[in-house]
């Protein structure tokens, strides 16, 4: 078993990064650091990790600042002696990245080659230390009504969001077959649960109907996606990290396909009984809208190598994951007025207002 003592994550103030550092400190037996550096986007929240702060303050850092600085990166891999990287900092929305791929390309592709270029000056030689890279399955494409992405289907991304993890994968895997940087990869499908951005699918949902407000369905609402509680990605790249072989890259997926307009309707259901209402009230809030361009079909994830090798499974049962999800955005309402009411406001006035 592979052991750290200064783990850098990247991004750790969003959604999966903020829920990584909780459970690697709460529930993995790592003792050392953990310093995160994040830019505090849009999607960079302090808040998400309020209980990290408290509970490890001689064990928990944040660096604010960008994957993308050199001189910067390069002072906090020095300053903290930096053995071990997560590297999650990312623009994570396709939508966005539709609307302005420019920020996706710069903080994707250029980040991650400056995160990769300053490990390879400080880490020369050495074998004890690992970056691992947090990726997504959307890299492979669209499937049609059967199959499912192994390790070795070919990339095809279609979104800018998709091309610039996709660079970014390339990118990592060259710095291990050319300058030998000791690298994992994990490719994961749909993340849901606590401090999920409230622009993705899961909690805008769950916050428009508590607003009774109607809820955008995209194209036929047939689009496939695979469903994995962010606890259990958290615990896949985890065991990578401390267990996986170098070089190699890992799918990760909850073996739990939804059409979305059926999702929509079970969290429809399942936010209704939670608020005590009649458990179809919030059914006719549905709406078709325009799809999002090149909007991928489906994706669906074989995850037999993590399990067989590793002894990984996705462990939370939908229905829960849900249930939690649900009772969780609904306690904190708090929260979901605080990271709406800033930079994700004002872009959003700019983006949508005509609309
Ligand atoms: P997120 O958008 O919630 O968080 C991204 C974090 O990165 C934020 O804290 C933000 O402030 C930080 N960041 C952005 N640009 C930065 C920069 N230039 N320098 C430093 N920090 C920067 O994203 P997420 O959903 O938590 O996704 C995390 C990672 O996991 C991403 O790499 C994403 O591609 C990957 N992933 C996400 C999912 C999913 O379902 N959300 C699934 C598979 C893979
Ligand atoms: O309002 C909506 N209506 C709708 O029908 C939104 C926001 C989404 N959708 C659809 C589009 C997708 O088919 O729901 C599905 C899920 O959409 P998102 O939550 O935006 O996720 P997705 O585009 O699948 O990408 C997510 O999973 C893979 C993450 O945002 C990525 O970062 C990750 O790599």
């Known amino acids: 078993m592979r052991k750290f003592t200064n783990l850098l994550v990247t991004g750790g103030a969003g959604f999966i990064g903020s829920n990584f550092i909780r459970y690697v400190l709460n529930q993995t037996g790592f003792s050392g650091r953990i310093i995160n550096l994040d830019k505090l986007t849009y999607a960079g929240n302090l808040e998400n990790l309020a209980d990290v702060q408290q509970a490890f303050p001689e064990r928990y850092f944040l660096e604010h600042g960008d ?44 980040g991650t080659f400056t995160l990769l270029e300053v490990a390879r000056d400080h880490w020369k030689g050495r074998e004890d230390v690992l ?4 990726s997504t399955d959307e890299v492979y494409g669209s499937l049609g009504k059967t199959g499912y992405f192994t390790e070795q289907t ?3 991304p279609r979104s800018p969001y998709s091309a610039s993890k996709a660079a970014s994968d390339h990118l990592v895997n060259a710095w291990f077959h050319t300058y030998h ?44 996606r695979d469903w994995l509680f962010v606890d259990d990605h958290a615990e896949a ?18 073996e739990n396909e939804w059409e979305n307009l059926k999702l929509v309707e079970v969290l429809c259901q399942t936010t209704a009984l939670a608020l005590g209402k009649d458990k179809d009230a919030f ?3 549905i709406r078709f809208v325009p799809d999002r361009p090149g909007h991928d079909r489906r994706y669906a994830i074989d995850c037999s190598k993590i399990k067989k090798e590793l002894g990984w499974k996705p ?3 939908f229905a829960q994951g849900l249930e939690k999800t649900v009772a969780w955005y609904l306690a904190h309402s708090e929260w979901v007025k605080n990271v709406v009411s800033g930079a994700y406001k004002t872009w959003m006035d700019r983006n949508y207002a005509s609309r």
């Open 67 to 110: 994957i993308c600085d050199k001189a910067f990166v390069d002072r906090v891999w020095s300053e903290y002696k930096v053995d071990a990287v997560a590297h999650f900092a990312a623009e994570s929305h396709v939508d966005r990245s539709i609307l302005g791929p420019g920020e996706f390309i710069r903080t994707n592709v250029e």
């Open 154 to 156: 070919p990339y095809d």
């Open 315 to 317: 462990r939370t049962e």
């Open 283 to 285: 059914l006719p809030l």
């Open 181 to 224: 940087l000791p690298v994992t990869k994990s490719n994961c499908s749909n993340n849901y649960g606590p401090f999920h951005f409230p622009e993705k699918l899961i909690p805008l949902m769950i916050l428009k109907l508590q607003k009774g407000e109607t809820l955008p369905v995209y194209g036929d609402g047939k689009n496939v």
């Open 131 to 134: 970056f691992h890279h947090v």
């Open 237 to 254: 790249i985890w065991t990578v990290m401390t267990r996986g072989r170098p070089g190699e890259t890992y799918n990760v997926g909850g």
